[in-house]
C-alpha cells in the first residue's frame, strides 16, 4: 500500500472516533447542565441536541460501512 493511503485510511478512522467521542461528551456536559437546574427549555434543548448528534453518528458509520463493504 501507498504511504498516503495507509494515512487516509487512519484518518478515516479518526475522524470517525473522534464525532463519536465528540457528540457522547458534549451529551454528558449538556445533561450536566440540564440536571443542574432543571427546566423545560433545558430539557428539550437537551432531547433536540442528542437526537441530531445520534443522526450525524449514525450517518457517519452508515457511511463507512458502505466504504469498506465497497473496497
Not at 26 to 33: D, E, K, P, Q
Amino acid at each position: 500500500m501507498e504511504p498516503l493511503t495507509l494515512v487516509r485510511i487512519a484518518l478515516s478512522v479518526l475522524t470517525d472516533r473522534l464525532i463519536t467521542v465528540f457528540a457522547l461528551s458534549m451529551s454528558f456536559a449538556l445533561a450536566a447542565w440540564v440536571m443542574y437546574v432543571p427546566s423545560w427549555d433545558r430539557v428539550v434543548t437537551f432531547g433536540i441536541f442528542v437526537v441530531f448528534s445520534y443522526l450525524v453518528v449514525q450517518i457517519k458509520e452508515r457511511s463507512r460501512e458502505k466504504a469498506q463493504s465497497a473496497e
